[in-house]
């Protein structure tokens, strides 16, 4: 019996890791693909008035996807979709949501569409009394069809995760990038600046179709199932209404962060969001991987109630969070000027814009433990249907955010010595705009606010979060790690040009590998358990073997 036991949980193991390193590599290729897209906009436009123009048309279709498109989560779909053993009911519920949502937001944006400039002139006067005031109402305005687009996809989703079919869901951010890129190389040069918005809706389009194929197999989306079933459509978003908030607050904080950024200066909003951009990669990779592997489980193991499994699964991927991120700190902080320079150092984007990215950017990774814990956390109280504790936790933090960049702009304009001592600190001495600084400063502070107290209130809940030795032997190896870049680099400068791209990129992969080698030595000394772990899956080829639905038998 004991050893049937320690079988199925180690299958349990295997599959979210499994699962977690399929959706890693899938979240690697997209985050890959943005990466090139942010380079294409950044040689293309630089960190300035268009590219800020660019991001800023984004806000207001991003609240209303958050506020209005998520009002049918995942997270709460999938429980029910699990619930259901009748398939009909699942084709039902997915036809009615698809037209109650499409309804409610074709309506919201025709409501909102005129009053796009009077939003934009409140908070962004800067940009609006510049250049492309005019272009600004216009691209927010076409980019009103993005919520509605990715929001269907988002319903879609949940089919195909229900189902096992990870790579559908983990392909359509893939497309969403190529219709981006698409935007600045072919539709830009005949459409102009509002070619840029064209890419965007196209990408969108392209995220939510690529899963109909599999659901028009499968029975879904006939028009017997386009029906409004308004008393299941009322109890979803009864439920999904304080999970909606949350989200919806921390980026209505951010456009309050945005807002704050466009006064500062010409391409503060740039050099924010393509920061930004950056730090999400790590935390798509390893929080959102860890996240969405773990919550068909954990959804699956509170309905059964066995929630010692609930626990050790949680606790397991907390102890391989911190495992991935606290290396990937080291890198991006040692490493953050060449990734900076790699990355987006192209034609229009300059040095000084790239050394304003890169302190914005050392900020802003300095979270990533706390931002994929936090992932983790808010999921599992989904799993077990409470929507309440994320919702205040969010909504708290959300407010301390805007707070905090208020406080902290008002500090570093009346304290010039704070502005010295970071900006000496980051590199980025005699540059302009450093006082940007404020915004990823405010994000970092909540952040991890955020954290502690979702950490709080689950071990509160439901015991405390066993990580064993992880921590310390992550701290020290990441130490380790960052030391040896940091020198190999210093060595280096001795034997390669940092003057051509090539020589970068060979200074920073030498580097690189230098520091692998000693934090997998510093593990191997300290005989880590989650480095044992992880080379025990990638040895078991997960790239063959089923998603963690199938193998527990979980189908539509």
């Given at each position: 019996m004991i050893e049937r036991i320690v079988k199925l949980l180690a299958r349990e193991i295997r599959?979210?890791?499994?699962?977690?390193?399929?959706?890693?590599?899938?979240?690697?290729l997209s985050s890959f693909l943005a990466l090139v897209r942010d380079r294409i906009l950044a040689g293309e436009f630089g960190a300035g008035e268009i590219l800020d123009i660019y991001y800023t048309a984004f806000r207001i279709p991003d609240i209303l996807f958050f506020t209005i498109a998520l009002m049918v989560s995942v997270f709460v779909l999938i429980p029910l979709l699990n619930s259901y053993k009748d398939q009909n009911k699942s084709k039902e519920l997915i036809g009615s949501i698809i037209m109650a949502f499409a309804l409610i937001l074709i309506g919201?944006?025709?409501?909102?569409?005129?009053?796009?400039?009077?939003?934009?002139?409140?908070?962004?006067p800067a940009?609006?009394?510049?250049?492309?005031?005019?272009?600004?109402?216009?691209?927010?305005?076409?980019?009103?069809?993005?919520?509605?687009?990715?929001?269907?996809?988002?319903?879609?989703?949940?089919?195909t995760q229900t189902a096992g079919r990870y790579i559908l869901y983990a392909t359509a951010p893939l497309l969403y990038n190529i219709g981006i890129i698409s935007g600045v190389l072919l539709f830009y040069p005949i459409f102009g600046i509002y070619g840029l918005a064209l890419g965007v809706i196209m990408g969108a389009l392209a995220h939510m179709s690529i899963q109909i194929p599999f659901l028009r197999a499968n029975g879904f989306?006939?028009?017997?199932t386009f029906k409004i079933r308004i008393g299941e459509t009322l109890k979803i978003i009864k439920i999904s209404l304080p999970r909606t908030l949350g989200m919806s607050a921390s980026h209505i904080a951010f456009f309050f962060l945005y807002s704050v950024a466009s006064g500062i200066t010409t391409g503060a909003v740039s050099v924010i969001q393509l920061a930004n951009n950056l730090q999400a990669a790590p935390v798509n990779i390893i929080g959102s991987s860890y996240s969405v592997a773990a919550f068909p489980t954990l959804s699956r193991l509170f309905a059964q109630q066995k929630m010692d499994k609930f626990k050790e699964h949680i606790s397991l991927a907390i102890r391989h969070i911190i495992f991935w991120s606290m290396p990937l700190i080291a890198v991006v902080v040692v490493l953050r000027a060449h990734i900076v320079r790699l990355v987006l150092g192209s034609g229009a984007f300059d040095w000084t814009d790239t050394r304003l990215t890169a302190a914005v950017l050392a900020i802003f990774i300095i979270t990533l433990t706390f931002q994929s814990i936090s992932l983790l956390l808010v999921r599992a109280f989904y799993a077990i249907g409470n929507t309440f504790i994320p919702f205040i936790i969010n909504v708290s933090i959300a407010i301390f955010m805007i707070i905090f960049a208020y406080v902290f702009l008002h500090y570093i304009n009346h304290h010039i010595f704070l502005q010295t001592v970071l900006a000496y600190i980051l590199r980025?001495?005699?540059?302009?705009?450093?006082?940007?600084?404020?915004?990823?400063?405010?994000?970092?502070?909540?952040?991890?606010?955020?954290?502690?107290?979702?950490?709080?209130?689950?071990?509160?809940?439901?015991?405390?979060?066993?990580?064993?030795?992880?921590?310390?032997?992550?701290i020290v190896s990441a130490f380790a790690f960052a030391l040896t870049i940091y020198f190999s680099l210093h060595i280096l400068d001795n034997y390669v040009s940092i003057n051509t791209t090539f020589g970068l990129l060979i200074q920073a992969s030498i580097s690189l590998i230098v520091g692998a080698l000693v934090w997998s030595f510093v593990l191997?000394?300290?005989?880590?358990?989650?480095?044992?772990?992880?080379?025990?899956t990638l040895s078991s080829k997960f790239w063959k073997r089923k998603a963690i639905s199938d193998i527990d038998n979980t189908t539509i």
């Open positions: 599959g979210l890791h499994q699962t977690a390193y399929l959706l890693a590599l899938f979240a690697l919201i944006d025709l409501v909102l569409f005129p009053f796009i400039p009077v939003i934009l002139n409140k908070f962004f940009l609006m009394n510049g250049e492309y005031g005019y272009e600004l109402v216009w691209m927010s305005r076409i980019m009103l069809l993005q919520p509605l687009f990715l929001g269907i996809s988002n319903i879609l989703s949940a089919v989306l006939t028009l017997d980025i001495n005699n540059v302009d705009g450093a006082n940007i600084l404020v915004i990823p400063l405010a994000f970092a502070s909540a952040s991890i606010i955020n954290a502690f107290l979702l950490t709080v209130v689950f071990s509160l809940k439901f015991g405390k979060i066993k990580v064993g030795r992880v921590l310390s032997d992550s191997v000394l300290f005989k880590s358990k989650e480095f044992v772990e992880i080379i025990s």
